[in-house]
């Protein structure tokens, strides 16, 4: 398994457009920086649909200060809630610590777009130290400078 994923591979950067843009990039701005309902729901419907709900046993979303709507919790708690895993909001401390114990559980790390990769990294990190069975980041876009390794 993978441990990343994204599903897609767009040039999403800190707001700005830079390159292609398309369908799904439209979304991603609409939900982080307007508070769209409807670009919202798109993306959840897409997300939860690319998802294995049997891979997991919760979901995730890393901590996040990019964005006044929280897009990544909002997100992961409707994804959980379409999944019908659980959803636990337990990083904090710029993703270095958990403050619940997530022990044994099959981890998705839920963040929105990637840009550098540290802020997924740093939050696998955490989740693993505190005992998750197994740990997957799963983001919806990657910046055009992040390559998966």
Known sequence: MKTSHSIISEHVYRGKISGHV??????IYGAKFFN?????????????????KS??????PVNTRDSKF????????????????????????????CRTSIKGLRVLVFDDVIYTGKTMLTAKKSVKAAGAASVTGFAIAKSKSFIIN
């Open 22 to 27: 398309n369908s799904v990039t439209r979304l």
């Open 55 to 60: 891979d997991f046993d919760c979901i995730v």
């Open 70 to 97: 929280n897009l990544p919790a909002n997100m992961a708690k409707q994804i959980a809630s379409i999944l019908k895993i659980r959803f636990i909001d337990a990083i904090y401390d710029h993703n270095t610590k």
């Open 36 to 52: 769209d309902r409807k670009s919202f729901d798109a993306l959840v419907r897409l997300c939860a649909g690319d998802i294995h």
